[in-house]
Every structure is written in structure tokens, then in C-alpha cells.
């Protein structure tokens, strides 16, 4: 994945995760509220919000053996890693909904998807940094640079 290729598609990617997670999630709960004696539309939303992020693992996999554009494929994941922010900030303002602890405000959802969608690619970023420059400092030691790179992978899922 291109650095540059990723900034050029960036306003492509938004587009796809954002309104189109958004439309998934509004077609999920229509087909759920039709199929399904669940009066609750905000209950419909937020199985529609789980039911909504794609997962795209098999497509990058089959992409990178049939040799697909380089563009393509940034788009596929790119688009991946803020879908799923973008489901979970629905499914969590529609649980909200539901349980009646909170309304339906713009700014907190804003908020919400900024964190969950770029905040982990930060900590990420921070962490990733701190390991490679601790690794650095580890001579002639297999099992520090393995503790190490495990505490590091699983540190940062904490």
C-alpha cells in the first residue's frame, strides 16, 4: 500500500465507508423490519449497522494473486479500514437509541468515528515506532526481540 496512492483516493475511500456504510446499514433495516416482527426501526439500525461492514480479506488476497492495480487494491483496503469505524459509530448511536442513554447529536458522533477510525492507526503509528526503536537496541538476544515483538503485537490490541 502507497502512501501517495492512499492520499490521492483518500476523498474516494470516504466515500465508499461513510455513505456507503450508511446505505447498507438503511437497506440491512428496512429488509429486517419487513422480514421481522421488530418494531423498533432503531433496533433494525443497529443489527443493520453489524450486518453493514464488508470484509474484504478474500478480495485483497485474490486481487494481489491475479496482479490487480495497485490503486485498486489501496481502495479496497483503505475503504476496509474505515468501514469498520464507521458501522461501529452507527451500531453505537442506535444502541444509545435503544437503551434511551443518549440522543442523536452530530458533534459526539463526529467525534466518535474521527477517534475510532484514525485513533487506532495512531496508536499503531506510536507503538510500531517505540518497538522498532527498542529492537534496535537489542543485540545477540532471540528471545528479547521475540518478547518483544509479542508484547508489542499484543500490547497494542490491549
Request: hydrophobic share 55%; charged share 10%; proline share 3%.
Amino acid at each position: 500500500c502507497s502512501w501517495h496512492i492512499f492520499a490521492t483516493q483518500l476523498g474516494q475511500i470516504v466515500i465508499l465507508a461513510v455513505p456507503g456504510v450508511i446505505m447498507c446499514t438503511a437497506m440491512t433495516a428496512a429488509l429486517i423490519h419487513a422480514l421481522y416482527p421488530i418494531d423498533d426501526w432503531n433496533a433494525c439500525f443497529m443489527i443493520g449497522a453489524m450486518l453493514s461492514a464488508t470484509d474484504p480479506v478474500a478480495v485483497v488476497a485474490l486481487m494481489k494473486e491475479l496482479g490487480a492495480s495497485s490503486r485498486l487494491s489501496t481502495l479496497i483496503e483503505g475503504e476496509s479500514l474505515l468501514n469498520d469505524g464507521t458501522s461501529i459509530v452507527i451500531f453505537n448511536v442506535f444502541k444509545d437509541a435503544v437503551t434511551g442513554e443518549g440522543a442523536i447529536e452530530a458533534g459526539p458522533v463526529a467525534a466518535e468515528f474521527v477517534q475510532l477510525a484514525f485513533g487506532g492507526v495512531a496508536v499503531g503509528l506510536l507503538l510500531a515506532f517505540i518497538t522498532v526503536f527498542l529492537l534496535g537496541r537489542i543485540h545477540n538476544d532471540v528471545s528479547g526481540e521475540i518478547t518483544l515483538t509479542l508484547v508489542a503485537a499484543f500490547g497494542t490490541l490491549w
